[in-house]
């Protein structure tokens, strides 16, 4: 159990269009949902912090207007990138958790590779 | 500001042996910690956890001990597999699960 699915597993873009990512919960309700960004060689760089049905909480240094962040449900949050740069170029990654309680607090997904040519 | 730390960028063992993977942390009101696995383009699995009421907790080859004093923790493996060649983060909560904070991971090669 615990899945989280992540889609699409990478995407090539042009610069200045923009790419929405999706992460759904498949077989539990996610009380919040992260999306982290990690560049080569780094560690993960958590990027919001999202719940359902309010506003994301961006983390000191992310452009909430470049990367805009919608928890539908509490099955799904999205990401899009907006207007993108080669420097957005990255692997982004969601998680979900649900909540205190759980064994594995936090299911990531597969991730998602970003190209921006 | 790092709160959770992992020092070695990477770790080399032969197959058979023990792998230590260590992580320091500063924030007191940690009271949760996490041991991830992961491959190159995929996203972290889950390997063991640790609450800050216990001082250790094994999982078939894997063992995480917790020094609360230290604010350190560990992770052992073993014996160590080639399977187990990735890379290891280690990760800290507070009670509430708000926000998971992560090290910069420890590349582990483990050789036949």
């Known amino acids: 159990g615990a899945v989280v699915s992540q889609h699409p597993s990478w995407v090539i873009c042009k610069s200045g269009t923009s790419v929405k990512i999706e992460c759904r919960s498949l077989?539990?309700?996610?009380?919040?949902m992260f999306w982290y960004r990690q560049f080569p060689k780094q560690s993960l760089m958590l990027m919001a912090t999202?719940?359902?049905?309010?506003?994301?909480?961006?983390e000191q240094g992310v452009e909430k207007d470049k990367f805009l962040i919608n928890h539908a449900s509490l099955t799904l949050s999205t990401l899009t990138v907006t207007s993108a740069h080669p420097e957005d170029s990255s692997f982004y990654i969601c998680?979900?958790?649900?909540?205190?309680?759980?064994?594995?607090?936090?299911?990531f997904g597969n991730g998602t590779r970003l190209t921006v040519t | 500001d790092q709160q959770v730390k992992q020092n070695s960028p990477s770790l080399s063992v032969q197959e058979g042996r023990i792998s230590i993977l260590n992580c320091d942390y500063t924030?007191?009101?940690?009271?949760?910690f996490l041991w991830y696995k992961k491959y190159p383009a995929e996203g972290p699995t889950f390997l063991i956890s640790?609450?800050?009421?216990?001082d250790k907790n094994e999982d078939g080859r894997f063992t995480v001990f917790l020094n609360k004093s230290a604010k350190h923790l560990s992770l052992h493996i073993v014996p160590s597999q080639p399977g187990d060649s990735a890379v290891y983060f280690c990760?800290?909560?507070?009670?509430?699960?708000?926000?998971?904070?992560f090290g910069s991971g420890t590349k582990l090669n483990v050789k036949p």
């Open positions: 998680s979900a958790t649900k909540g205190r309680g759980d064994n594995s607090p936090l299911h």
């Open positions: 077989d539990f309700q996610a009380t919040t």
């Open positions: 999202s719940n359902e049905g309010s506003k994301a909480t961006y």
């Open positions: 924030n007191s009101m940690f009271d949760y």
């Open positions: 640790i609450s800050s009421i216990k």
């Open positions: 990760a800290a909560t507070t009670y509430n699960f708000n926000k998971f904070y």
